[in-house]
């Protein structure tokens, strides 16, 4: 089973961007789906971006044109780059790995059943 850190999160100014890395290690994740998921004090976790193996990637609505979402499989990493960051933004953000995403696009993967997650990395945008 693949293992996942992530790293990048830390308090920025509303309007700020950050860039979080999700590192795996024990197999190759060229053929995994990988999604970012966030959860904020006392709301349910809610999945941000999705990247199949192809490529091609979703978002929930809240963060289209704001957020980007890539993989680099030669270096067995993702990431999530993210703009224009609200305070809305602000919870512990995870990645996550699902291992049936080999020819599939984000959109399959976001009904995927992740079940390689990471410990998470705080985003905290203040006003």
């Known amino acids: 089973q693949v293992q996942l850190v992530e790293s990048g999160g830390g308090s920025v100014q509303s309007g700020g961007s950050l860039r979080l890395a999700c590192a795996a290690s024990g197999a190759s994740i060229s053929n995994y789906c990988i999604g970012w998921f966030r959860q904020a004090p006392g709301k349910e976790r809610e999945g941000v971006a999705h990247i199949g193996s192809t490529g091609t990637s979703t978002y929930v609505e809240s963060v289209k044109e704001r957020f980007t979402i890539s993989r680099d499989n030669a270096k067995g990493t993702a990431y999530l780059q993210m703009n224009s960051l609200k305070p809305e933004d602000t919870a512990m953000y995870y990645c996550?790995?699902?291992?049936?995403?080999?020819?599939?696009?984000?959109?399959?993967?976001?009904?995927?059943?992740?079940?390689?997650w990471g410990p998470g990395t705080q985003v905290t945008v203040d006003s």
């Open positions: 996550a790995a699902w291992a049936s995403g080999y020819g599939y696009g984000g959109a399959w993967c976001a009904r995927g059943s992740y079940d390689s």
